[in-house]
Nanobody, 115 residues
Framework: QVQLVESGGGLVQPGGSLRLSCAASGSIFSPNAMAWQRQVPGKQRELVARLTDGRISDYADSVKGRFTISGDNAKNTVTLQMNSLKPEDTAVYYC?????????WGQGTQVTVSS
């Protein structure tokens, strides 16, 4: 059974940085894509950043130029470097990996940006 485990969330002041990490345990698999998504209570989940085929990245307009996604398909790991954080980045962040026949999610990690 595959589990995705996130780490790195926490409380940071506006303008600060955080680095989120996600690693899969259990069977090794080959995802078509790895992503970070976030959700604020009462709002729809938002795709923040996605890494396709381990090399093609794309981002939500709200985080372009501030967030960077990187990952290793072979090791089933993905990270999200978040710089110049804003209060509106406050959310629960989820790691997500998917491919043919599977769609795995982490349990979520809280990121709070506040002074």
């Amino acid at each position: 059974q595959v589990q995705l485990v996130e780490s790195g969330g926490g409380l940071v002041q506006p303008g600060g940085s955080l680095r989120l990490s996600c690693a899969a345990s259990g069977s090794i698999f080959s995802p078509n894509a790895m992503a970070w998504q976030r959700q604020v209570p009462g709002k729809q989940r938002e795709l923040v950043a996605r890494l396709t085929d381990g090399r093609i990245s794309d981002y939500a307009d709200s985080v372009k130029g501030r967030f960077t996604i990187s990952g290793d398909n072979a090791k089933n790991t993905v990270t999200l470097q978040m710089n110049s954080l804003k209060p509106e980045d406050t959310a629960v962040y989820y790691c997500n990996m998917w491919g043919r026949g599977f769609d795995y999610w982490g349990q979520g990690t809280q990121v709070t940006v506040s002074s």
